[in-house]
């Protein structure tokens, strides 16, 4: 089975409901980076971050996959599949993805504020100010803020250079580390783009851009695969 490698964004959500950051409307039009999404904000305002992070896990809670989420666990019969997904929500393991490696955190976990190695699953969408790790720290969102390290990115790196198909979705290619990850991988891989934006990524060499929402555009390639297997007999 050949080696596919879906690096998302938060535009993969956005028909499951979830607001993307970047687009009229999302999230950074709303709230500023440096009051929610920052470890002085959080040291200057608790409160508030975590409200930000209640708010989006309650939503969360209220939504789930779409068509394109159900399209790529599918690809798990036919690839061996990995899902790199800068997205904090949990859509693509609920859809079935068993391999994901989240870059920027997890909405339904938190973590102890001075051990970040002692990370919960959340039952439920609040975390409290006042709620402790065992040590008896305060927890706080499992969410990589702007200016924090980006642990994953090391195993994001490997995954991708290994991959012959990438199939990056619905993101805006603005936030480093991540936006980077393409540049790891191998040159004979193929890559596809699935997002109705705009990009000028012509150093991106073998890229094939679908500009579609992301159910319209994974379905599309989905056939595509499926004609070069039989062409190739791979
Ligand atoms: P952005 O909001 O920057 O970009 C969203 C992308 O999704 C854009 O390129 C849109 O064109 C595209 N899009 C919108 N609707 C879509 C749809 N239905 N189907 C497919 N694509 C669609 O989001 P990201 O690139 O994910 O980090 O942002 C990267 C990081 O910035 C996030 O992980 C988050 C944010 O700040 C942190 O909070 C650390």
Request: hydrophobic share 40%.
């Amino acid at each position: 089975m050949k080696n596919l490698v879906v690096f998302s964004g938060a535009g993969m959500s956005a028909e499951s409901g979830i607001s993307t950051f970047r687009d009229k409307g999302g999230l950074w039009e709303k709230h500023r980076i440096e009051d929610v999404a920052t470890p002085e904000a959080w040291n200057k305002n608790r409160a508030l971050v975590n409200e930000f992070y209640n708010q989006r896990r309650k939503q969360l809670l209220e939504a789930s996959p779409n068509a394109g989420h159900l399209q790529i666990s599918a690809w798990q019969n036919n690839f061996e599949l990995h899902v790199i997904t800068q997205n904090v929500d949990d859509l693509h393991e609920r859809a079935g993805s068993q391999r994901v490696l989240h870059l920027h955190g997890e909405l339904r976990k938190v973590r102890s504020t001075l051990n970040p190695d002692l990370i919960y699953s959340l039952n439920g969408w609040e975390l409290k100010i006042g709620d402790k790790c065992e040590k008896g720290s305060q927890l706080r969102p499992h969410i990589v803020w702007f200016g924090e390290m980006v642990p994953a990115m090391e195993d994001a790196k490997k995954i991708i250079s290994q991959a012959e198909i990438i199939v990056v979705v619905g993101t805006s290619l603005s936030v480093y580390p991540a936006a980077g990850l393409i540049d790891f991988r191998s040159g004979s891989s193929k890559v596809y783009l699935i997002d109705p934006g705009d990009f000028d990524l012509h150093y991106v060499r073998g890229l094939t851009h679908i500009k579609k929402k992301a159910s319209e555009g994974l379905k599309e390639l989905d056939e595509l695969l499926i004609k070069d297997a039989a062409e190739t007999g791979a």
